[in-house]
């Protein structure tokens, strides 16, 4: 038995996929994908509909019955394995191995089912959504751990993978036509899990907003949701990428581009620009020694906004955003100060302290900050507090849209500073 696992392994390794990686996991997969094949062969004539039988078995041309009964067990046992690792290996995505054919053609072959299933509830035309669903929205077929009647609503329920877990996934079908009605699905995926249409594009999207192309990926993530009366699941895709000085960030909706995240260089920054920043970065933190530590960039093109965030030391910085609504300027200090509570009314009390803490106070903190920063006296600005956000408050001129919100601690000093684009 060992000598022909090595000859039809010798044989899938010639040809067109003599380049191509040939794995105990994919040698694994190939041996289940021919178990199926055989069982398939005696099975209902609803399989063969699929496709498959004609996929699985090799066209031997015009030869005599006599010269394949010599040959029979031999040839057909490695000709089944070398078809079937072909079927399953070698489906391209511009260059990259994606899904294997026998999945493509036959989805519902992938499903993988935990015991004790009501299986029964699931008709052909259901099983077939949920794994086309699972193979081409989330990119990994799930194990199967619940179905459920929901006679109520009129639904399926269908579970997979663990809520507790990193890859879940459930999905909701209409109990008459067996269509999809709602989708909600995730799962974490090694860079190399995702697929190659997507990675292509990652040195050509940095280099458009000024970044290093050679930043590396590190992780990624993907969420699938199909609402009711949507007509079909969207999938967001976040790509995390990382070398030894940065990261950034490119996130996907469907094959869209919405927002790409990346370290720039100094002298990507205006002089102006960097200059206004420590200045800006000088007056809030009342200290004259203001050193940038990082620039990163983010284009959303989903909201419109293209977004400079300056780091400096001590843990200030400076963020310039310009969008449809036009600029907006932050200063802020990110440090963080614990505050300890004994229990609610404490939170409470001190909730209620920085939402009465006295205007002349913060004008008094606040006014000479946005002066140097903005060239704006605050004077004839009117103060207005939310009772939802205490320890914010904005500076709003009424017979303009001019607006400064500011954020505060419990004795008045100012943590952050943002105007326009609020």
């Known amino acids: 038995m060992r000598h022909k696992d090595e000859q039809w392994e010798k044989e899938i390794r010639k040809g067109p996929f003599d380049s191509t990686p040939f794995t105990e996991d ?7 994908q021919v178990e199926w094949m055989k069982k398939s062969e005696v099975g209902s004539k609803g399989d063969r509909s699929e496709g498959i039988s004609r996929l699985s078995r090799p066209q031997v041309g015009n030869v005599s019955h006599k010269r394949r ?11 089944a394995l070398v078809i079937a690792a072909g079927l399953f290996l070698w489906s391209w995505d511009d260059g990259q191995l994606v899904k294997p054919v026998i999945e493509q053609v036959y989805p519902t072959a992938a499903l993988q089912l935990s015991d004790d299933l009501s299986v029964n509830l699931l008709t052909d035309k259901m099983k077939r959504n949920v794994a086309t669903t699972m193979r081409d929205d989330l990119g990994k077929q799930l194990k199967i751990t619940k179905v ?3 006679p109520v609503s009129g639904r399926i329920y269908v579970e997979a993978g663990n809520e507790s877990e990193k890859e879940y996934a459930q999905i909701w079908l209409d109990a008459t036509t067996g269509n999809l009605r709602e989708v909600q699905m995730r799962r974490e995926m090694q860079p190399n899990e995702l697929e190659h249409r997507y990675l292509r594009q990652v040195p050509s999207l940095l280099q458009s907003i000024g970044s290093t192309p050679t930043l590396k990926p590190a992780s990624a993530r993907r969420y699938v949701s199909m609402k009711q009366g949507e007509t079909g699941p969207i999938s967001h895709t976040t790509l995390w990428l990382e070398n030894e000085t940065g990261y950034g960030e490119i996130i996907w909706e469907q094959d869209k581009t919405v927002s790409i995240t990346g370290e720039l260089r100094p002298d990507q920054i205006s002089h102006t620009s960097m200059k206004d920043a420590k200045i800006a970065v000088e007056a809030l933190s009342g200290k004259s020694t203001s050193t940038a530590k990082s620039m990163i960039r983010t284009k959303d093109n989903e909201l419109g906004k293209d977004t400079i ?9 400076v963020q310039m955003t310009e969008g449809k609504e036009g600029l907006g300027y932050t200063v802020g200090d990110a440090n963080y100060y614990k505050q300890d509570f004994a229990d609610w009314e404490e939170i409470e009390a001190y909730h209620e302290n920085l939402y009465n803490i006295e205007e002349s106070l913060l004008r008094e903190k606040v006014e000479p900050i946005i002066k140097i920063i903005f060239k704006v006296n605050l004077q004839a600005y009117k103060l207005h507090r939310n009772p939802d956000h205490p320890g914010m408050v904005t500076f709003e001129l009424e017979s303009s849209t001019d607006v400064f919100q500011v954020e505060y601690r419990e004795d008045g000093r100012i943590k952050m500073i943002t105007r326009g684009e609020l």
Request: aromatic share 14%.
């Open 26 to 32: 994919h040698k694994r997969n190939v041996l289940q």
């Open 148 to 150: 459920e009647d929901l």
């Open 69 to 79: 009964s010599k040959r029979g067990p031999l040839v057909a046992g490695t000709g």
């Open 309 to 317: 965030f300056i780091r400096f030391e001590n843990n200030y910085f």
